[in-house]
């Protein structure tokens, strides 16, 4: 059964936390995890490109020289796309990337995530994740405390502005909620601490 560190709010390690099997023991699915960080990052693409065509550049229509015995190449317009500042051909146009994965691949997806940080030792249970003040110092002594260094996605059960406001200053954090964790987060988010309430909360959902 794979386990993780489990420390509390001063970063001393108190124990060990056993995880779900299920969750995180898994062997992780390489191509769904691809599919899913694909997926994700499609949908946050916003589309919004736009550039003029050539039936859609302000050019004049007429023909710019006669056709023959000027010795210079044949020309019809002065918009078409092989001019400077006319038209683009297959111009790009405002468009929706987004598309939807199946329940059964987003679940695969997120476990072999979880179970991929799992193997690696990178996940810390934090037992009690709270903050009694917003500061940012205190919260960056914790992760110090705890051996946690460079990128971390903390992961609360519940939205909480004091965790949230205390560590969103800190470069390389990141707060999330077990209600919205996907496989993209999870895999560049570094190591992952999680409270335990949200553990149990995730472990309830998914397994």
């Given amino acids: ?39 994700y990052l499609a949908n946050q693409r916003q589309g919004t490109q736009s550039t003029l065509t050539k039936g859609e550049v302000s050019y004049t229509t007429k023909k710019p020289w006669r056709q023959k015995g000027t010795g210079r190449a044949r020309a019809g ?35 072999s995530a979880l ?28 992760l110090q405390a705890a051996g946690i260094s460079g990128k971390a996605l903390v992961v609360t059960k519940d939205v909480d502005e004091t965790v949230l406001k ?11 909620t077990a209600t919205i964790l996907s496989p993209y987060t999870i895999l560049c988010g570094g190591t992952l601490v999680v409270d335990k309430a949200a553990i149990e909360k995730i472990e309830e959902v998914f397994a």
Avoid: C
């Avoid at 796309?81 to 987003?106: C, I, M, Q």
């Avoid at 560590?167 to 707060?175: C, F, K």
């Fill in 77 to 111: 317009y002065a918009g078409a796309p092989e001019w400077r500042h006319g038209g683009v051909a297959f111009a790009p146009k405002p468009r929706d990337y987004s598309y939807r994965l199946n329940k059964k691949t987003k679940r695969l997806a997120l476990k």
């Fill in 166 to 176: 205390s560590a969103r200053n800190i470069e390389g954090v990141t707060v999330t």
């Fill in 115 to 142: 179970s991929s940080k799992a193997a690696d030792s990178a996940i810390v249970v934090v037992d009690g994740l709270h903050m009694d003040e917003i500061k940012t110092k205190s919260f960056v002594s914790f």
């Fill in 1 to 39: 059964m794979p386990k993780a560190k489990l420390v509390n709010m001063a970063g001393q390690q108190i124990g060990e936390y056993e995880l779900s099997e299920a969750v995180f023991g898994i062997e992780p699915n390489g191509p769904v995890l691809h599919d899913s960080v694909v997926n």
